[in-house]
């Protein structure tokens, strides 16, 4: 599988954006997608968990209300749609399949990373 990220920008605060995460090959059903961000001098934290084996979703505390994470109806796109974005959403983001399912924000069980796309919130 490979991971392609697209759909970052700049946007103002408050607005909102919407990120793909498109599968090269298939989405087994017991994946686990995570999108992750790093913005500028901080390291990498996850923001979102989408169970491909029975939908199941886990956010950060700090993208909770604010950003949904789903399956395209074909299988092999997520979705990360960001709203109420903040200066402090600027990052980097990208999006990982745990190929083995363990639902966790643990980056070393994720072995497939996308190149990342820019999202930049201006004040």
């Known amino acids: 599988v490979q991971l392609v990220e697209s759909g970052g920008g700049l946007v103002q605060a408050g607005g909102s954006l919407r990120l793909s995460c498109d599968a090269s090959g298939f989405f087994f059903q017991h994946y686990v997608i995570g999108w992750f961000r790093q913005a500028p001098g901080k390291g990498r934290e996850g923001v979102s968990l989408?169970?491909?084996?029975?939908?199941?979703?886990r956010y950060a505390d700090f993208a909770k209300g604010r950003f949904t994470t789903t399956r395209g109806n074909a299988g092999y796109t997520v979705y990360l749609q960001m709203n109420k974005l903040t200066p402090e959403d600027t990052a980097v983001y990208y999006c990982?399949?745990?190929?083995?399912?363990?639902?966790?924000?643990?980056?070393?069980?994720?072995?497939?990373w996308g190149q990342g796309t820019q999202v930049t919130v201006s004040s």
């Open positions: 990982a399949a745990d190929l083995y399912g363990h639902f966790t924000f643990d980056e070393d069980k994720f072995s497939t």
């Open positions: 989408l169970s491909l084996a029975d939908n199941s979703v």
